[in-house]
């Protein structure tokens, strides 16, 4: 079954980017630190990453988060979806207003809303076969691309890479005054994060 997941990393303190973040400051300041484990020799990581990365079918982002990783400091070849890993699923963009030009040739550009994207999503990973074979639809961020599709009760799993710092300020993750019901699947400790899962209640 293709399960709908918010992946992302995420402060001690629940922001998913350091204050100021924008096309030159991707994650904000200090915010390259939520990242460390994705370029950690820890084997855990190694193995967590490569894991998720192979099992992801179809990945959401919003727009915000397309302009950084379309943008000239962003993705190539050798390093993109799980860094060096560079993992090619089909990638959908929420946006209202697609652009006129990319300089990564596999996006799709969905403008109906975020609902649409994972339903676009998912018919692609079933057409590849991919519900018989355990890929995922990941919703890979930004913050307010997972925060609405936890509002909206869109996805099935949670999965947060939680880094030792606190930022103080940034990007929450979270929509203040929503409560949401999570039952924890995994935790899993490495050197440089705890990396957790969560089953979304409904």
Known sequence: MTRIVGEISVSLDGFV????????????????????WV???????????????????????GRRLFDIVDGPQGWSEDFGYGAEEAG??????VTSSPPASTRLPYWTF???????AVAQARSSVDAAGGAGADRDV???GGGATIAS???AGLLDELRLHVSPV???AGTPLFTPGRRHGLVQREATPSSTAVH????VER
Do not use: K
């Open 17 to 36: 980017t350091g204050p100021n973040p924008g096309p030159d400051n991707g994650l904000g300041d200090g915010g390259d630190a939520l990242h460390a």
């Open 39 to 61: 370029f950690s020799d820890d084997p855990v990581d190694r193995e967590l990453l490569r894991r998720s990365t192979e099992t992801s079918g179809a990945v959401i982002l």
């Open 88 to 93: 090619r699923p089909p990638f959908f963009v």
């Open 110 to 116: 969905v403008t109906t809303g975020l609902p649409d």
């Open 138 to 140: 990941v919703l890979m």
């Open 149 to 151: 599709a936890l509002d």
């Open 166 to 168: 606190v930022l103080g």
């Open 196 to 199: 957790v899962v969560y089953d």
